[in-house]
């Protein structure tokens, strides 16, 4: 299951991460949010030890969500050495984010 981080846990998890990051920007509001949930709980299972993957509650992280200009959710954010490499809106196959957390590998 994929571990919720607020904005003081961002900078050790996320910019800090010796791994490659899937950080996952959602609110509980939101339809496809809900829709794309279980995928990003398989992949935080499937990537144990090679990728974290992580979520964030926008409406409860709004400092991260303003500094990462998320405008829409589910908003999916790839982070490599600390630094953001990719972006993907909505809700998008499985095989999708699992191929960008490959490439970061």
Not at 20 to 37: E, H, Q, R, S
Request: glycine fraction near 4%; hydrophobic fraction near 45%.
């Amino acid at each position: 299951m994929a571990k919720h981080l607020q904005n003081v846990d961002f900078q050790t998890e996320v910019l800090d991460a010796d791994q490659p990051v899937l950080v996952d920007f959602y609110a509980t509001w939101c339809g496809p949010c809900k829709m794309i949930a279980p995928v990003i709980d398989q992949l935080a299972e499937e990537m144990e030890g090679k990728a974290k993957v992580f979520k964030v509650d926008v409406d409860q992280a709004g400092e991260l969500a303003a500094k990462y200009r998320i405008m829409s959710v589910p908003t999916l954010l790839f982070f490599k050495n600390g630094e953001l490499v990719d972006q993907v809106m909505g809700a998008v196959p499985k095989a999708q984010l699992e191929t960008k957390l490959n490439q970061l590998l």
